[in-house]
């Protein structure tokens, strides 16, 4: 399920006098099995970038192309579309609405006119995945907590069993914990599943440890397109686009600017420990 | 297409001419006073010339997109096809134009058709006209401002402002939210638009009940941050924005005497 986007330019309320331009001149493709983080500040263009993905926007100009299907085209099947591309929305525990969980989650995979005796399958899976036991679901999903709503949410679209997953800000207004857990599910899936992952996030500290590719977008543009290592190396470009590096590197960057031998970039808090203690040796050695 | 681009009745166009800068009662009383005028002028081309002409005048001083205030009027495109239409065959004076099979059609039909047509528009381009240039908040004060009267009989007129403040402030908000589920449950295959008419009242679940639990949750919110405020009602409560006529005022009520003046002696001293 390769997607490409060639020069799109997207416009909200095109014509009226409220007209906002939301992105500009994008060029952009995921390959299969693709672990990409998308990153940018409040109002960059994210969620409009990824609701392109799967015809939910269509380009005001240029061309959005998914496994070889262009979705400006004619008569193209967005709703077969959309069950390959699933989307995670911001703040997904909204979108709840059945009476139980396990029917909340079977909603997607009904509407794909799966049979019965696989959704069932399906949904125990998908609730697995994002590590919910399995009592949970006759309960109410309202019951449940913020988090837990939230990987309700997340076991919906999973349930689908999407070959592209995207999350649009999955951990936004969840505590550390939470923020792990279903981090750390999500690396788990991919690597699982083999599926493509896009994961939005306005955070470097969410997306550094996770992604193999890193696309900072701002004012809806694209500045960067790279490894995390590489965009990261940037350091003091990206304050200007209102992002931060994660804590590891700024703290690097710190000790750098001090004379101290450390590299420039270090993505998780252990690679830095051991960036600084190799250093400490090294200067205690010279003394 | 969104929704929100659709929805142009009751939308305000933030702007800094005249017709904004006006104390926004002069504008309520005006836009209620000049439909009290188009209801007692007799209905003729000459009369809803002028107060057309007027409106125009008007659209252009507030720099309005003329397209966007026409937009307003597509809600009662349906209202206006069935006015003319009923007319054109019901009204039997004047002269026979033609006749279609059983259906004769009179020039006093044609006439009057369009006239009550004509009046209707006038009726929604002025309702228009006040809520493009004045903003929800302005409207509510003002509104509040010509209930003040009633209160002795009981008319709850602060907080009848307040629910509508709080009601336009939220309708937005709303339809954005509405948008918002709407294409996370399409993103889960969710079908809106085809089948039956019981399937596709079922499909709409997925939407409403989230919306409702949303707007509850909002409503909660928002009672507890009032409260947190000690908000208790408009006894004793001073504002913030205190509304002044200015000397716009006095030549816009001008202007407005003028015209109407115009029109009624047209309409009857002719
Ligand atoms: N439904 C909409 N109507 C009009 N403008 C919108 C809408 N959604 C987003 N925008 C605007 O488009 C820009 C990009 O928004 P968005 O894609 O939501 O950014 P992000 O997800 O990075 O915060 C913002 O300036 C926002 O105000
Ligand atoms: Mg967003």
Redesign the interface.
Known sequence: MPIKLEQVDFV??GG???ERAALKGINLSFLDGEFVGIIGQTGSGKSTLV?ML?G?LKPTRGTVTVNGLVTTAKGVKL?SL??EV??V?QF?E?????ETVAADVA??PE??GVPASEIAERVDQALLNVGLPLEIKERSP?ELSGGQMRRVAIA??LA?NPKVLILDEPTAGLDPRGRDEILSRIRELHRQRGITVILVSHSMEDVARLVDRLVVIHGGQIVYDATPREVFAHGSSLKTYGLGVPQATEVLGLLKAKGWAVPEVALTLDEARQAIVRAYQLRRELA | MSMMQQITLGQYLPGKSVVHRLDPRTKLLMAFGFIMVLFIITAGWVEYGILGLAALLIIYTAKLPLGMVLRGLRPILIILSLTIVLHIFSTRTGTLLFRLWFLEVYSGGVNQGFLLAARLVLLVLSTSVLTLTTSPIALTDAIEFVLKPFKRIGLPAHELAMMMTIALRFIPTLIEEAERIMKAQLARGADFESGGLIKRAKSLLPLLVPLFISAFRRADELAMAMEARCYRGGDGRTKFKVLRYTKLDFYAWTCFVAVSALAFYVSYAL
């Open positions: 909200y309320a009226s006098p409220f609701q799967n939910l709703k959309r069950q699933g989307l929305f997904a909204y979108q709840l609405f059945a909603f997607g509407n794909q309202f919906g679209v689908m």
